[in-house]
């Protein structure tokens, strides 16, 4: 089966999509290409592939099953997230303006403000769940909005149609960050954005035994530039990581749901503990973006931040407390995570950013796993007792 219709399921398409038996062996999991160049019957003419830099069989698969599941015509596969991140970042030249939203990833705030920056790009920080805040930073010279939705760390929900349309009435590009969401929960194309890029090495993989990210989009003129900047740059992923990748995605709609029972079992159950300040979870009625993701996904995910009373140090006894969540960075495995952004994750935004945008030194943000979710509120249960003493 090869590229089912957009009509079929999720599930189908996550494990069917762009992909074939290998017409060689019948074999019916893609398989590991791993070469680096390609013989030519004579100079110039080849099979399709010349250089594993260029394309790879192994990529070329989970490109097009990227597109099936996100609901696009073309997807490009790079090395991590950050590297899918850089390549869009690269349709830009000096002059130009990019509204992103104040609740990122450190690493994306990072490379706009630390590497494009000096390259005479602008960028402007606003709450894109506000519209009017961000309709007002829009300007002529505007050729980017990058949004989050959910945001990360603090879980703002912006109106991804209503981003979009502003986005395209300055006759700027609307890039979401979907890594948070996944495709089986949010498809922003959908939605009217241009671009959706992802970290691969989250949800999509959902093993924590890769890094990866990936670009996927509609407009074959994009994909044309995008795909010279992927050959050109050259961060482009090796076929095992590929293939690992695809692998986890055949699984993203049975792992979703688990995420996201568990996160909203855990968002209520911390929303009731008296050593809890305050908890950030989309799925919960008292999330001010609450009816708006209800609206554009179709469960809230599986990422719960909260704020422990006593700020910082007792955020810190909290995390070194627990044992099921395991202290660390990344998320979207199987196993449940906890971290600190102000001093792992986001540590590379200056903390009087960070305060402006919401985010508390002691805020803890959770990748709530797979596992039994008694056992993950037991363990958050008692390490919530240890952070006061």
Not at 173 to 186: E, V
Request: include cysteine; charge should be negative.
């Amino acid at each position: 089966m090869n590229t089912p219709s957009k009509k079929l399921g999720f599930c189908t398409r996550a494990i069917h999509g762009g992909l074939e038996p290998d017409p060689g062996t019948g074999a019916i999991m893609t398989p590991v290409f791993l070469t680096s160049t390609y013989v030519q019957s004579e100079p110039g003419k080849h099979k399709g592939y010349e250089y594993s830099r260029s394309g790879n069989p192994t990529r070329s698969a989970l490109e097009a099953n990227l597109a099936s599941i996100e609901g696009g015509n073309f997807a490009l596969a790079f090395s991590s997230g950050l590297g899918a991140t850089n390549t869009v970042l690269n349709l830009l030249k000096s002059g130009d303006h990019v509204v992103s939203g104040d609740d990122v990833y450190g690493g994306t705030y990072r490379l706009f403000r630390n590497v494009y920056e000096q390259f005479g790009v602008r960028f402007t920080f606003v709450d894109t769940s506000d519209l009017d805040a961000l309709r007002d930073a829009v300007t002529p010279e505007t050729k980017l909005v990058w949004l989050e939705s959910p945001t990360n760390p603090l879980l703002k929900i912006t109106d991804l149609s209503a981003a979009s349309e502003i986005a395209h009435s300055a006759g700027a590009l609307c890039c979401i960050d979907n890594t948070f969401a996944s495709p089986f929960l949010q498809r922003p194309l959908e939605l009217g954005s241009d671009l959706v890029v992802h970290s691969t090495t989250k949800y999509l993989g959902g093993h924590s035994d890769v890094v990866g990210g990936a670009v996927v989009m509609n407009d074959p003129e994009i994909r044309a530039r995008l795909a010279f900047f992927q050959n050109a740059v050259g961060a482009t992923p090796g076929p095992l990581d590929c293939f690992l990748v695809l692998r986890g995605i055949k699984t993203l709609g049975l792992r979703m749901r688990q995420h996201c029972a568990n996160a909203a079992r855990i968002a209520s159950y911390l929303a009731g503990h008296s050593r809890v300040e305050k908890v950030y979870y989309p799925g919960l009625a008292t999330h001010p973006g609450h009816k708006i993701a209800r609206k554009q996904m179709s469960d809230f995910g599986g990422i719960v931040s909260l704020e422990v009373k006593g700020g910082l140090e007792a955020a810190r006894k909290f995390v070194s407390a627990a044992e099921i969540f395991a202290l660390a960075e990344s998320l979207g495995g199987v196993e449940s995570l906890i971290e600190i952004p102000a001093v792992m994750t986001h540590a590379s935004i200056p903390a009087a950013e960070r305060r402006k945008a919401g985010l508390a030194d002691g805020l803890v943000r959770l990748s709530v796993g797979i596992e039994d979710v008694e056992d993950l509120v037991a363990d958050l249960e008692r390490a919530l007792e240890l952070s006061g003493g």
